[in-house]
């Protein structure tokens, strides 16, 4: 190995690592919020059932309701189908999530991927790690990341977009330019170099208001 393939593996190597404890720290995150919604559940159950035995079925009902709405506005579970991507997806919801940052998610993986995970993690990773770093930059009422994942004929189509600061960015050497540091440029490179050997197709598009990047993959 030369020395040249030495420093590509180190750095590699090193990137992995930061993605890995990226990731729990995510995880980290969600479960703090579970532990959380399991501690109000508690107290839930003890008002209704204060409610419920001064025989005011009233507020018990009312309550429920309010219940309910709540729920709608807590439930970051997405299921694709396939457990890697339901794990990176739940994290970097909850992460966004946390930064006030909505994300609309409607994902779907119906087929067995033959894509490793470490390569399904790089891709999903950097994709919603771009949206979220947009995305810090607009007033929290403008913030919105969408997420769509779906079979296309064989390949699986793989969509983010997210509002942007600027109307429209541009490219610098054919690609669009990101305002993080070296580690996170590493990041896009490796993600692109992901999909080419994988005989996938990666586009981004900037337009008024919007970035979008698209990726398609053959899973066959």
Known sequence: MGLID??????????????????????????????GWRHDYRSHIQTMKAHAAQGDW???????????????????VVKTGNPMADAILNSKISLARSKGIPVRADASIPVKLKI?????????GNLFDNAIEASQALPEAERLIRVYIDMKGPQLYI???????????RKVGGIFRTTK??????????MDTIVKRLGGYLTRNSEDGAFTTEVLLPVG
């Open 116 to 124: 490793s995970e470490l390569d399904l993690c790089v891709i999903l």
């Open 6 to 35: 030495k420093l590509i593996d180190k750095r590699l190597t090193a990137y992995q690592r930061e993605l890995i404890e990226i990731h729990y720290a995510e995880v980290e995150n969600m479960y703090r919020q579970m532990r």
């Open 181 to 190: 540091g070296e580690g996170h440029g590493f990041g896009l490179v490796r």
């Open 159 to 169: 969509s983010f977009t997210n509002f942007t600061a600027s109307k429209k960015q």
């Open 58 to 76: 009233d507020a018990v009902s009312a309550y429920l309701d309010t219940l309910e709405t709540d729920l709608a506005t807590v439930d970051t």
